[in-house]
């Protein structure tokens, strides 16, 4: 690489660092125009965060021969990152008024035109995907060793399939009914994102789209219901759509409260559930309020808190257990146990979703499970998908959203670590 291209990669990784989004679509172009190989890719997405993948790129792209920066240029365009790309070549006009970056078509505008409607229905403006599709990092199989040390500590995942995933996601509304509720550009995305997941972690998925209110309520009764649930290990419900604090709308602009989601699974509504794992993934605002978040103090991030921990004041009599002895009582259980669920967002405020790449919080729930599935349970993988949405931050220069954060949270009645055990 020509020392002026390093210099220029150099005097931009602080902003290279914070903005460029390195995934499997950007770095293909790399490995497609022989400037990555295989090995090199896998390493650096092998990185926790977005941060740590883009700095190993740019640690790694000096020493990748001649053509190494114009490739990078045309791959940032390419993945409509036209903004660093254009940062680049700025950088590299300041110290060289020839461009080595003959594709002028490459300085284009990075604002994309988005109706101002009411706040939480503004897309993000961070970087889209150039395909139909996105490309996904196959589920990582957990190895025999990990799960004979761990299953019998963790609730049971061994049914094949592991249970039912239901998908429902609502792009479209009737604005006859409420006019407000624009479509949700990019929900296709994470419906095909979730469903092809979930069948790789050995779900047999569903998918139903653009239910009316009454049409979720129809379909979950219908899905709770199913005699299978008996055979298999846990289930999985994906709620997709617009949403207010404590419900989701319906194509219709019907509310659903959530809390009738929940209730539908409870151990009285859905026994043949109980003592199973039943998660629920709700991409949808809570809120208004767009996140414009604040500036960092100097000094470490006080983030950690105390946590507490109860003990039953009794135990399990084996006795119990004995189902056909009439005598004894049976044991009972809370009427709602055994629960996860994955809110995008924070209560009161708006979930951040790309036209092309999707919803941030189901992109980044997508690679944490198919990397971490193999050797991390489910909570500590929502902590992490927390951590990533924590460094996620919108870029939308003149708009209300530039830069404009999301924070996501998730709550548990879980009893035991849920693992998948994904191919095992």
């Known amino acids: 690489m020509e020392k002026r291209h390093m210099e220029t990669l150099q005097s931009c990784s602080v902003d290279l660092q914070k903005q460029l989004e390195v995934d499997e679509t950007l770095l293909q172009h790399l490995k497609s ?16 965060t977005s941060f740590g993948r883009a700095w190993y790129l740019l640690l790694l792209l000096p020493k990748r021969g001649p053509n190494a920066f114009n490739m990078f240029c045309r791959a940032l365009k390419e993945t409509d990152q036209d903004h660093l790309c ?9 110290t060289n008024p020839e461009m080595s970056y003959s594709d002028s078509s490459c300085r284009l505008s990075v604002e994309e035109v988005v109706p101002v ?5 503004q897309e993000s403006m961070e970087c889209s995907l150039d395909t139909d599709s996105p490309i996904t990092t196959p589920v990582v199989a957990c190895e025999k060793s990990f799960y004979n040390s761990h299953h019998q500590k963790s609730y049971k995942m061994t049914s094949s399939p592991r249970g039912k995933a239901l998908v429902i996601s609502n792009v479209t509304f009737d604005g006859s009914k409420n006019s407000e509720l624009g479509q949700r550009k990019g929900g296709e995305v994470d419906e095909e994102v979730l469903s092809q997941l979930f069948a790789d972690l050995d779900y047999e998925v569903r998918v139903c789209k653009n239910l009316t209110a009454e049409g979720i309520r129809d379909c979950i009764e219908h899905f709770r219901s199913q005699p299978d649930h008996r055979r298999m290990d846990s289930c999985v419900v994906c709620l997709l759509s617009h949403g207010v604090d404590g419900a989701i709308y319906g194509s219709d602009g019907g509310l659903l409260a959530l809390d009738w989601v929940f209730k539908a699974f409870d151990n ?15 991409q949808a605002c809570r809120g208004e309020e767009t996140d414009c978040g604040v500036e960092q103090i100097d000094g470490p991030e006080r983030t950690r808190s105390p946590s507490c921990e109860q003990r039953d004041a009794g135990r399990e009599d084996a006795r119990t257990r004995q189902s056909d002895d009439l005598e004894r009582p049976r ?5 709602r146990s055994d629960m996860i669920c994955g809110f995008a967002s924070l209560k009161g405020t708006a979930a951040m979703r790309n036209t092309k790449r999707g919803s941030w919080y189901i992109q980044e729930l997508n690679e944490m499970l198919r990397l971490h599935a ?18 996620r931050e919108g870029f939308a220069p003149g708009t209300p959203n530039h830069r404009c954060k999301e924070m996501s949270e998730f709550t548990s009645s879980l009893c035991k670590d849920l693992y998948f055990f994904p191919k095992h």
């Open 33 to 48: 125009n022989k400037i990555l190989t295989d090995p090199q890719a896998e390493r650096i997405m092998a990185k926790d």
């Open 86 to 94: 254009d940062m680049l070549m700025q950088h590299l006009e300041g």
């Open 117 to 121: 409607k009411r706040m939480r229905f």
């Open 268 to 282: 009285r509504h859905c026994p043949l559930l109980q003592n199973k794992p039943k998660m629920f993934f709700i």
């Open 331 to 335: 044991l009972k259980l809370p009427q």
């Open 374 to 391: 193999k050797d991390m349970h489910l909570a500590d993988i929502l902590v992490q998908v927390n951590r990533r949405i924590k460094d």
